[in-house]
Nanobody
């Protein structure tokens, strides 16, 4: 069993920064790849960033140069640092975990989601 808990969302002005955290618990071996997805109203849930336990990363083109992903394996926590935020970054952000090494596809484990709103 895997449990993912996100924290750090909120309201920020355009151009600002925000950091998200996702703490994982349960079967450590089910957390090889962790990452973030986001879903705006009426849109599908899309990949934002993935990171493996070894530090390999993949970021969506829309966030490259603005967002970064990192993780602390000892704490089983993944972080998403979001800079130069734009209104189109507004969405519910979901933490995801996969027992496989897979930078392309979502795993079966999801957090409950956390709202990020970019607005003046």
């Amino acid at each position: 069993q895997v449990h993912l808990v996100e924290s750090g969302g909120g309201l920020v002005q355009p151009g600002g920064s925000l950091s998200l955290s996702c703490a994982g618990s349960g079967n450590r071996f089910a957390l090889e790849t962790m990452g973030w997805y986001r879903q705006a109203p009426g849109n599908r849930r899309d990949l934002v960033a993935h990171i493996t336990s070894g530090g390999r990363t993949k970021l969506a083109d829309s966030v490259k140069g603005r967002f970064s992903i990192s993780r602390d394996n000892a704490k089983i926590t993944v972080y998403l640092q979001m800079n130069k935020l734009k209104p189109e970054d507004t969405a519910v952000y979901y933490c995801n975990a996969n027992e496989d090494f897979d930078l392309e596809n979502a795993g079966p484990y999801w957090g409950q989601g956390i709202q990020v709103t970019v607005s003046s």
